[in-house]
Every structure is written in structure tokens, then in C-alpha cells.
């Protein structure tokens, strides 16, 4: 089955019955236009997706009478930061950043994909972390830089 464009998302199919299909995707293959994967259910898909941007998790590829099949990221390990106050949160951005560590903020926490030589420095800091496992809904974005 070829894709060129993205339906939806599972957010304009909540009153849907439909079963769900999910194709699997790890986070850095959200940026991606051209791929080859297979569904949960075994159903081969081929993204050729017409415009660029990046796909999101539940974005909806496919649609018919009784299935939709949408994208859900892979389950991987990650931290889960909790800073208590804004100076743990400024500290551990920094400490974040200044390693050209990508991470994702969402509420009040701070997403990072494991790395087991992050704990040291989370230690430092004395943040509160725990090493959890996490669907990311969005890629994590390297940003250009000079020194």
C-alpha cells in the first residue's frame, strides 16, 4: 500500500469504532518522507508522503470501512526530569543544552532519551529523575550551531 498525504489524526476519529492498525515508528523516523515499514497487523506500507514536515504520533495514514491505521512511536527508554523549582529547571536546561542533548518539555517535566551518562549530571544538579519508558509524540530537533 502506497501513502502520499496524511488523513488525519486519531483526534478527528474519536468517535470512530474502527479498529486501529498501528505502524510502529522510532522518533528519528518521524522526520522522514519516504519509508517502507509493516503494521502491527502485517499490512505493508509504503510512505511517499507529498509534502515535507514531520509526522506525529496518531496521525492517521490510512482509512477504510473498518480500520484506520495510524502512526504510534516505539516504546524506549528515557528519563523523566522533575525539576521542584525554577532553579533546578534553569540549571539542568543548561546542563541539557550545553551537551547538545536534545529534550522535549512537557508540563513540568523534561524528556530525554536514555543515556546512561546523563545520571551523573542529573546527580549534580540534584534534580529529581527516573528512567522510565515513553512513546515520543514528536521528534526531538537538533538545532544548527557555530562555535
Known amino acids: 500500500m502506497v501513502i502520499t498525504k496524511i488523513v488525519g489524526n486519531l ?8 479498529n486501529i492498525d498501528w505502524l510502529e515508528l522510532e522518533w528519528e523516523e ?6 517502507r515499514k509493516q503494521t502491527e497487523n502485517g499490512t505493508d506500507v509504503a510512505l511517499s508522503l507529498e509534502s515535507s514536515g514531520t509526522l506525529k504520533y496518531g496521525d492517521v495514514l490510512y482509512e477504510d470501512e473498518t480500520t484506520l491505521i495510524a502512526i504510534r512511536t516505539e516504546l ?3 528519563y523523566v526530569i522533575k525539576p521542584k523549582t525554577m532553579r533546578e529547571m534553569g540549571k539542568m536546561a543548561f546542563e541539557i543544552g550545553n551537551r547538545h542533548t536534545p529534550c522535549i518539555i512537557e508540563d513540568d517535566e523534561i524528556l530525554v532519551r536514555y543515556d546512561h551518562t546523563l545520571e551523573r549530571l542529573m546527580d549534580e544538579v540534584g534534580v529529581t529523575y527516573e528512567q522510565a519508558e515513553r ?3 514528536e521528534p526531538f530537533k537538533y538545532k544548527g550551531h557555530q562555535h
Open 135 to 137: 512513546r515520543f509524540k
Open 76 to 78: 524506549e527508554k528515557a
Open 11 to 18: 483526534d478527528d476519529f474519536k468517535s470512530s469504532s474502527k
Open 30 to 35: 518521524l522526520n522522514k518522507r519516504i519509508l
